[in-house]
């Protein structure tokens, strides 16, 4: 099954990114997938450890020196990862000014103080105040904020299952209106496979939310690694898209200057 491309990745550019867009697209390229997209981190929160690392200008110079090096081999897209963005519009529409954007993943990765990626936090509350502050956040997110893919859509849970459980549907009701408002808005969804990889072994977001998006009348998908090194680009992206066929979804959405375009899965 030829994976088409990998839209949630992070080289060195973003703080926590390994290694450079070469390389990764060296991997993709060794992979045989025939598409990547560099999705850096933009933080600008309270609580960042580097907030506004990501520098538009050197990494769009090095996407167009890397797509006429590759061309014909492989397609580059220029992506990013906001966070937040729905609490920070001035900022994240600056970044966008800088370079041509191909996509905006936007993601929440923080609901008030709190990481989602933080161990103590979820040891410290209930699986219900989490996931419904969560997905309440997120709701405001979907509602408001300017992006073409909805990152990782239940990202407690790669950090969470394993202390406290996750069960979707026990936040049917929630997740379901989000859904609503991501097929009324056009944004696809990030089927990203950082979970995999993780001791919770899960792929975000869970496939009985993927079966809902479909059975609504979501169609547009894109695929995620999530990879922040090299050997990551690519990782368990057979299952994101078996997971994607299961729901009965028929395509993955390409996306160009923030157009979207659906693209047979072969
Ligand atoms: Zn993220
Ligand atoms: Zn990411």
Redesign the pocket.
């Known amino acids: 099954m030829q994976i088409p491309l990998d839209y949630?990745t992070?080289s060195r550019f973003s703080e926590d990114g390994d290694d450079s867009p070469e390389a990764m697209c060296l991997r993709a390229i060794a992979l045989g997938i025939p598409e990547i997209g560099f999705?850096e981190?933009w933080d600008v929160g309270p609580h960042e450890q580097n907030p506004r690392f990501f520098q538009p200008e050197p990494w769009f110079r090095e996407i167009e020196r890397l797509r006429d090096l590759f061309a014909g081999q492989l397609i580059l897209r220029a992506g990013i990862?906001i966070a937040e963005p729905h609490l920070y519009p001035e900022p994240a529409a600056e970044v966008l000014g800088r370079a041509c954007f191909d996509y905006v993943i936007g993601?929440v990765h923080w609901v008030g103080p709190h990481f989602m990626f933080d161990e103590q936090y979820f040891s410290q509350h209930s699986a219900d105040e989490i996931y419904d502050a969560y997905f309440a956040e997120l709701g405001r997110m979907v509602s408001s904020a300017d992006i073409d893919i909805v990152?990782h859509l239940d990202i407690p849970s790669r950090t969470a299952k394993p202390i406290l459980g996750y069960d979707p549907a026990r936040y049917k009701n929630q997740i379901r209106g989000i859904l609503r408002i991501v097929i009324e808005r056009g944004l696809a969804l990030d089927i990203n496979a950082a979970g995999l990889r993780k001791p919770s072994r899960n792929l975000m977001p869970d496939p009985l939310i993927l079966k809902w998006f479909a059975e609504m009348g979501g169609d547009r998908v894109t695929l995620g690694s999530?990879a922040h090194a090299a050997g990551q680009v690519g990782l368990h992206l057979a299952a994101a898209l078996g997971a994607v066929r299961l729901a009965g979804l028929t395509h993955i959405t390409q996306f160009e200057g923030r157009r979207a375009r659906p693209i047979r899965i072969g």
């Open positions: 949630h992070h999705s981190h990862e993601s990152g999530d």
